[in-house]
């Protein structure tokens, strides 16, 4: 993925729009490398972010039910949670 960084285009307002806000105000999490990301930013014009957490989703693995990791994501564990006792409703709401 790092040789794909120049297909990847920012929306257009993105820049003006980052640039308008103070630094403190705003940052960036991802599951991009911290060089990747950076470059980007470079290449769309924009800002560097004050903030900058990468790498927070980079691996993908399977996981049984019985066995999940912790900690999870509460809204998602609720819902794998509900899908292994068999009580899962077609609509949830989970407040944010």
Do not use: C, Y
Request: proline share 9%.
């Amino acid at each position: 993925m790092h040789s794909a960084g120049d297909q990847f285009q920012a929306f257009p307002a993105a820049a003006p729009l980052l640039r308008s806000l103070p630094s403190e105000r705003w940052g960036v999490v991802t599951s991009g490398r911290r060089a990747t990301v950076l470059s980007r930013f470079r290449n769309a014009g924009i800002p560097e972010p004050r903030v900058l957490v990468p790498d927070k989703a980079a691996a993908l693995q399977w996981w049984h039910l019985d066995e999940l990791p912790t900690p999870m994501v509460a809204h998602e564990a609720f819902v794998l949670e509900a899908l292994h006792g068999d009580r899962l409703e077609p609509i949830h709401s989970i407040g944010f």
